[in-house]
């Protein structure tokens, strides 16, 4: 079965903290999608990636096809960083399986 | 282009009653998906279409429900007698290279459905 499962689902830190989500998937990937979501619904997409690291910003995202696991890293994090995070394989076909979210507050 | 739009934002309806949202893509996308979202939880696929074509429909969309891109721009989710449990939001998101490493998704605002 296709699954996506993240940690932790909620994470509060102070501003600054170096902030890591987690996402683990059940089978081989085509492409692990990290997306934002903030209250009120709007969901923006932050990378999209199937091997290696991406940057962008105060964002990283790594994985490791191995090890099925991919993770989500904000350096010197701020509140404007408040939102869902939330991690979805595509399992090599057009459907996104969606991981239930990691909801961050970072705290002033 | 203003990115995907989707109306209505709310929608509270009585129980048995039919609703429907509209989902306007970003023009050049070809692709359209539809989600559905509960409290607390990702979203779920519903379904998805290239163009006109409806390619692919999840087993979540049971036949109360139903979606149309009739041009292959804009498309239209129907719930027909409605049900509490179909209290959600429905995330439409559309792409011009589908969902693999090199394409992106544009999601819209949502439509938060309330049935009473």
């Known amino acids: 079965k296709n699954e996506v499962e993240q940690s932790p689902q909620n994470l509060t830190a102070q501003e600054g903290e170096f902030i890591t989500i987690n996402c683990s998937y059940s089978?081989?990937?085509?492409?692990l999608h990290w997306l934002q979501q903030h209250p009120g619904g709007g969901i923006v997409s932050l990378f999209m990636?199937?091997?290696g690291k991406k940057k962008h910003g105060r964002l990283i995202a790594t994985i490791n096809i191995q090890e099925k696991h991919s993770s989500l890293h904000i350096t010197a994090s701020h509140p404007r960083d408040s939102a869902v995070y939330i991690c979805?394989?595509?399992?090599?076909?057009?459907?996104?399986?969606f991981g239930t979210g990691t909801r961050l507050t970072i705290i002033p | 282009d203003t990115g995907v739009s989707q109306n209505p934002r709310h929608k509270i309806t009585k129980r048995g009653q039919n609703v429907t949202f509209r989902c306007d893509p970003i023009?050049?996308?070809?692709?359209l998906y539809w989600y559905r979202q509960t409290l607390g939880q990702g979203p779920e696929f519903l379904t998805y279409?290239?163009?006109?074509?409806?390619?692919?429909k999840s087993r979540l969309l049971s036949d109360r429900f139903s979606a149309e891109r009739p041009k292959g721009s804009f498309s239209t989710l129907e719930i027909q007698r409605t049900e509490q449990g179909d209290s959600a939001m429905y995330l439409c998101?559309?792409?011009?290279?589908?969902?693999?490493?090199?394409?992106?998704?544009?999601f819209g605002e949502g439509s938060r459905l309330t049935v009473l």
């Open positions: 998101a559309s792409s011009s290279s589908g969902t693999g490493v090199s394409g992106e998704l544009f």
């Open positions: 089978v081989g990937i085509s492409a």
């Open positions: 990636l199937s091997s």
């Open positions: 979805a394989d595509n399992f090599g076909n057009e459907k996104l399986t």
């Open positions: 023009s050049e996308h070809n692709r």
């Open positions: 279409f290239q163009n006109e074509a409806q390619l692919e």
